[in-house]
């Protein structure tokens, strides 16, 4: 790597941690080093083949369990040409079913949030309950042929867990947490059930929601788009652990790149870090290369008066970023004060266009009542600002996609620093042509 | 020109990089002994150890200049080591800050008292030898707004008046103290590196306000620092050198 000094960041003892977010290397698998096809970005083809393989065949994450306290709340959401109504019931449990009337095909309700009483259809009043049984068809003795198959919306499997309400389009899928996997015993210790909504946006991207997926699966692209980063975090010190389906990297946070000189002087973003953690970064006597460990301590002795628990989390967690993709399309930059996560959807017909949601969820001190939550927002790419960060990343995403498109570029060419992107490309292939299917010619 | 530094004696504090570096290596290579220090130990002894190279004594010790003891007992032995003190050049600094009454006491410490203290132990030396040369290090944001009101600015301002008085003092005897005040300078590792890659836009409006279109060096400042510094500035004292490349607008009447 390209770096300026020699730098040894120090890590938690994973033996010290026995109970928490494994901090363990995984072993690395041997994934080879060929082309990743653009094809697999452009082709409409092969979208059919991820629709009819993947999106219909796994869990997806539907919104989360804040969102639908009180029976009769819903979530409706959509993923490529299908909604989905999401809706607690009167027992506390969650139902899914498809948001379509089943006599003409009409949508029941818009995508966001509700409450309902029942679900009626906004054409000719057919409707349905909670749990989407048809309770009311006007004129019901003018269909002599009766009522609709099960005269209810097929139900979807659905369940919670981490403060999410999760779904499948798939009637056979294995239970969610066989499907999570690992996700749990990892994300579980930052009780993300205690955070708040402080961001929903849904920015329209002109790009295939895989190149998203690619962009948030590695940190060599800071020293290209992030400069500001380098000041902040060390992009040079990843771990990365790669799984059955999902994976994760662990940037240190609180630090400075080994491709920048060590500065004397506090960087703003570090005097951020200092100040958000309750320290005053002017009575600091420490180096900047100390802040990381002593931002650590100081949480660690002070989060407890400051109604955070910390508890569960080692210390590298109080600063570090733990950066989980949970397959195939949720992105989470997972702090110990907050989490940024990213829902990255298909377009419902166009390879070229993806829906990238960015939800935003802070952890609300114990006892604090939560603010008000945000409202959705949803605009194109370039409309409006998603800060600095992310707009740096959005940058180059129009431009990749295009390029996805060129008779002279055979794919991705992706190095060891990239392994999570190597590694979400053979689980995709696992469930599109079978665990080890993938024959020569297939893209 | 001979600048008349061979075998003089120069204590650096805030020695070990950027411009007190520069200054140090300046002074090695035209021949002086130096006592150097900073808060890094690792800093030091590698200061220490590049400037070995012009065969001249160089001596350091880390010390973090707020601990007013251990500084003073740092400079008394770093008189020692060099078996005198023809030069002071304090230049160590606690950098600037806002939002935090804590950044008055950072840079009244540092900034401040950390020239008063080197002055107040060197001072009965050079009177005693009847020669001596004490440069003191300001900034241009002393004289022009920069980077909103902080502490740094005010402070740094305080040594212009401080330095001006110490030379009406102590001239009858031989001591001069000038002042400099460097514009915003840029090295590996300082503020204006820093700046350069987390606030882009801001420094390349910095750099357009620079009729050179770049920000200045640390041995640009340094050389003119060790200029005031040597016997060939005799007759400069109390003056306060701007090093800018004409970054600030006031005239120097």
Known sequence: ???????????????????????????????????????????????????????????LLGGRSCDIPEPGDYICTEIGKESVLIVRQADGSVRAFPNVCLHRGNRLRPEGLGNAEHFQCMYHHWTYDWSGKITRIPDMDTFPQGCPKGAALPPLPCEEWGSFVWFSLNRDVEPLSDFLGMIPQHLDPYHME???????????????WKA???????????????PQLQWYLDDTSAQIDVYDKHSRYLVPFAAISARVAMPSAIPPAIDGIMRAAGMDPAEYEGRVGDIRRDVQRFKREHGPEQGKDYSDLNDDQLTDDYHYTIFPNVSLNVHADDVMMFRQRPHATDPNKMLYDIWVLELMPDGEEWPERPKHRRFAHGDKSIGQVLDQDAFNLPTVQKGMHSDSFPGLWIGDQELRIRHFHKVLDDYIYGPGGKKPGDI | MDLGLQGKKAIVVGGARGIGFEVAQILAREGCDIALTARSEDSVKDAVAELGKYGTR????????????????????????????????????????????????????????????????????????????IVLISTTSAGEAM?????????KASLITWGKQLALHHGRN????????????????????????????????????????????????????????SPAAEWCNGSNLVVDGAYTNRTQF
């Open chain 2, 147 to 155: 980077g909103g009101p902080q502490a740094y600015n005010a402070m």
């Open chain 2, 58 to 133: 160089i001596v350091g010790k880390p010390v973090n200049v707020k601990s007013a003891d251990e500084y003073k007992a740092w400079l008394e032995w770093a008189i020692e080591e060099l078996d005198g003190v023809d030069i002071l050049i304090p230049i160590s600094s606690a950098g600037g800050g806002m939002g935090s009454e804590k950044y008055w006491h950072n840079n009244f410490e540092v900034d401040v008292l950390g020239p008063v203290r080197a002055v107040e132990v060197v001072m009965p030396h050079m009177e005693e030898q009847g020669s001596g040369s």
């Open chain 1, 1 to 59: 790597m390209d770096v300026k000094r020699e730098q040894k960041i120090e890590r938690v003892d994973p033996a010290e941690w026995p109970d928490g977010t494994p901090a363990e290397k995984a072993e690395d698998p041997d994934l080879g080093y060929d082309i990743i096809p653009a094809a697999r970005y452009t082709s409409e083809d092969f979208m059919k083949l991820e629709w009819e393989h993947v999106w219909t065949k796994v869990w």
């Open chain 1, 194 to 208: 205690r955070m708040a909504w402080v961001r929903d946006v849904t920015v329209e991207w002109d790009c295939n």
């Open chain 2, 174 to 229: 031989g001591v001069r103290v000038n002042v400099v005040s460097p514009g915003p300078i840029e090295f590996e590792g300082g503020n204006w590196d820093m700046i350069k890659g987390t606030m882009e836009k801001f420094y390349n409006s910095q750099l357009r306000q620079h009729p050179a279109g770049r920000l200045g060096k640390p041995e640009e400042v340094a050389r003119c620092i060790v200029f005031l510094a």
């Open chain 1, 212 to 226: 998203s997926v690619d962009a948030f699966s590695e940190v060599y692209h800071v020293q290209g788009i992030h």
